[in-house]
């Protein structure tokens, strides 16, 4: 079979494709025939030795997969050979052929492609845990999503909408103001330039808001943990401005507030039942056309490298996705 290898941490250029032997499954292991991987921009660290994962070299990037169950042993939930499926394997998805635990594996409903549904697990994944789970969101709440034109904000916005939320988008700039439009915002803030705290309130009459889902961190986290209603709930998700703020802890009292962080990889792996669950919820809003993923572009496997130089450069609006022959 055909695999993209990392065999130094050179980053995405370093990569090669080579053939490689059919991986041998352990017990409680399929073999996934591999149709579709959905890239990231944590592709791009693994492969520079800079994410919190570090795979033993050579290794192949590509943490999500969606494929066909080439073969699997006596399982209890139902998995089967020819069955459509797509799954979290945190690396090794880009290569033809790859050994995931049937565990992992979600089920894809007729209607879904392959190129899409290989894109949800991260990005969509994240959003219905962090405001399901963690957030505990309730028809009718108003969210807060900082960094809205980003993957993770995009799909927080549209998960978040489907839940039944109006949603604040926090944005840098009046074009991805656009984009977090499109992705269902109800309310733009651009920032910095503007009060967050004095934004949220006006737009919420007085109230404030209910969720933030807070993807950036730095300096937007203080002024909308003061902009949170009674009772409101502050997810931590991500920190893409760089600086991890500090948060003084009387904010949260005087408004019988919390702060939850959202650690969805471990969430995985310590409740796959509660992901497989929040997959098949996803699963169902994109076949009844309810959710819909953009996925940017396709690349053949031998073209990885520029397909993870769109994400290297931060050039990505949509899902870049690679596709097997």
């Not at 209890?76 to 394997?89: N, R, T």
């Not at 103001?177 to 705290?197: C, R």
Request: neutral net charge; contains cysteine.
């Amino acid at each position: 079979m055909k695999a993209a290898l990392c065999k130094s941490l050179d980053g995405p250029n370093g990569l090669v494709i080579e053939t490689l032997a059919k991986p041998v499954p352990r017990d409680g292991q399929a073999i996934v025939r591999v149709a579709a991987v959905g890239l990231n921009f944590a592709d791009t660290l693994i492969t520079r030795g800079k994410y919190q994962f570090k795979p033993d070299l050579p290794f192949s990037p590509g943490a999500e997969i969606a494929g066909v169950v080439g073969s699997v042993g006596p399982n209890e939930l139902g998995i089967h050979v020819e069955q459509p499926v797509m799954a979290y394997v945190n690396w090794g998805g880009a290569a033809e052929n790859i050994a995931v635990d049937v565990g992992k594996l979600v089920p894809i409903p007729d209607g879904v492609p392959m190129a899409v549904a290989a894109g949800l697990s991260v990005t969509y994944g994240t959003a219905i845990h962090g405001l399901a789970d963690r957030g505990q969101l309730k028809a009718g709440e108003t969210v807060v999503v900082t960094g809205a034109a980003g993957g993770a904000g995009q799909a927080a916005a549209e998960i978040a909408k489907l839940m039944g939320a109006r949603v604040i988008a926090v944005v840098s700039s009046d074009e991805k103001a656009k984009i977090a439009k499109a992705a269902g915002a109800d309310e733009v803030i651009l920032f910095p330039g503007s009060d967050l705290k004095t934004e949220v309130r006006n737009l919420t009459g007085g109230r404030g808001a209910d969720v933030v889902y807070d993807c950036i961190g730095g300096e937007a986290s203080e002024p909308l943990v003061r902009a949170l209603a009674w009772e409101g709930r502050f997810l931590v998700v991500g920190f893409a401005a760089g600086e991890i703020p500090k948060i003084p802890l009387n904010l949260l009292l005087l408004r019988g507030a919390e702060i939850a962080g959202v650690f969805w990889g471990e969430a995985v792996a310590r409740n796959p039942a509660g992901h497989r669950a929040n997959m098949v919820r996803v699963l169902d809003w994109v076949r009844e056309g309810r959710l819909k993923p953009r996925v940017q572009a396709t690349y053949p496997l031998e073209d990885i490298v520029s397909a993870l130089g769109v994400l290297d450069r931060r050039e990505a609006t949509g899902k870049i996705v690679l596709t097997m022959s």
